[in-house]
Each structure stands twice: as C-alpha cells, then as structure tokens.
C-alpha cells in the first residue's frame, strides 16, 4: 500500500529537549516536505527536499533542522524546542505532476 | 505570489442534501492543479479531489464534483448526497505544474468546516 508513514502520533515534550518525527514513503517520490498546521494560520510549509541530500526552507524553517539521507526518509528536528514549536505537523511526499500524500500527523505540544 | 482564499469558515447541511463549497485562488501561472482536501477528526489529510488547468472538464468523484472557473479563478467544490461522514474540515489548495524549485509546495486555503445534520 502506498503511504507516508510518520511518527510519533503525539508527543508532550519539555523546552529545550531535542526531538525527532520521522516521515518515510515508499513511493520513491523524489520530492518530500514538512507542514505546520496552526489555527487561523492554516498550513505552512517548513522545509523541502528535492532529492537525497537536497533540502532547503520552506517559509517557517527558524528552530527546525531535516535531512535527507534516503530517499524514503526525511525527519524532522528539533534541537531546542520552544513553546511556540506547539503545533500539528504533517509530512507529505510527491511525484511529478502527482497530488501530495500525506502522513497521519504529529500532534507536538512543548511545556 | 499565489494565494487561496476560502471565505465560508463554517458551513452545514442536511445529511441527502447537496452543499457547495467555495474557493477562489489568485496567480499569474497558466498552468497550475488544484486540489480539495478532507481533514476528518482524525486529523488526516485525505485528497477528495484535482484539477488540472489545462482541463476544461470539471473533474468527479463520485459524489464530489467541482465547479472550475479558470477565467474568475474559481474552483468550488459540490458535495452531493451528503452524508455524516463527509462531516470535516476542507482545505482547498493550489500547485504549480512548473516541475521546478520548490514548485510542488501547496498553497492552502484557511479551511471550510462542513458540519452534516442528521
């Protein structure tokens, strides 16, 4: 079945430990990328990766780091979460001309 | 810079009934897709629907169809026979058909919250 698996679900971490969510796809898909979701703001892209040891930002990329070691995984970190790092996170991955898939979600909450 | 705008915050509708939701969208691209996403309380997000501009044909799904207006740069999305569990938050959402850069980032809408009445 084709699918963008991520984890974990849901996390409640503390300010300041490092975290990663894992996102991996088995669609080969050259392109993969991070989304924030946050109310009234709708989702935001975070960084991008365009091919394996490719990757840039998106347009909120402060206080996050990815890589691209594989073509099938891009995680997601954070080094020093903050408060305002508190958001539902979503990884997706496409294909030339193709819609995106998207995994299940992240539920991040920093205290 | 392209942008989506999805001005029904909230909507309803009777559980059989058909609803419309609207979206319009501004950009200087000739080609480009449009998509509707489906976020349930899950919080999955699950593509109902696409649009390729270049199509003159509206696309279906099923019980989704869209309404495209290229010109006005409008793209709704109709629900017919709606049914409790088509009950969800809908995202409207724009990419680039250029395969280049960071092109495939979608440009979303704020989102439509459907809610269906039994």
């Known amino acids: 079945e084709a699918q963008v698996t991520q984890n974990p679900r849901y996390l409640i971490t503390v300010t300041g430990k490092k975290l990663t969510v894992t996102c991996s796809q088995n669609m080969n898909h050259e392109y993969m990328s991070w989304y924030r979701q946050d109310p009234g703001l709708g989702l935001r892209q975070i960084y991008y990766s365009m091919n394996v040891e490719v990757t840039d930002k998106g347009d909120v990329p402060e206080g996050y780091k990815v890589s691209r070691k594989e073509k099938r995984n891009f995680p997601l970190i954070l080094e020093s979460p903050s408060p305002n790092q508190t958001s539902l996170y979503f990884c997706a991955s496409s294909h030339v001309g193709a819609e995106a898939f998207f995994g299940q979600g992240t539920r991040l909450t920093v205290v | 810079a392209q942008t989506v705008t999805q001005s029904q915050p909230e909507m309803s509708v009777q559980e059989a009934e058909t609803v419309t939701l609207s979206c319009t969208y501004d950009?200087?691209?000739?080609?480009?897709?449009l998509f509707w996403y489906k976020q349930p309380p899950s919080r999955q997000m699950i593509l109902v629907i696409r649009q390729e501009a270049y199509k003159q044909q509206n696309a279906t799904e099923n019980r989704f169809s869209v309404n495209f207006q290229k010109a006005a740069k409008s793209f709704s999305l109709k629900i017919s026979d709606s049914q409790l569990g088509d009950a969800a938050m809908y995202f409207c959402a724009y990419r680039s058909a250029v395969e280049a850069g960071n092109n495939r980032k979608l440009i979303w809408g704020l989102g439509t919250s459907l809610a269906v009445n039994p």
């Open positions: 950009t200087s691209e000739s080609d480009y897709y």
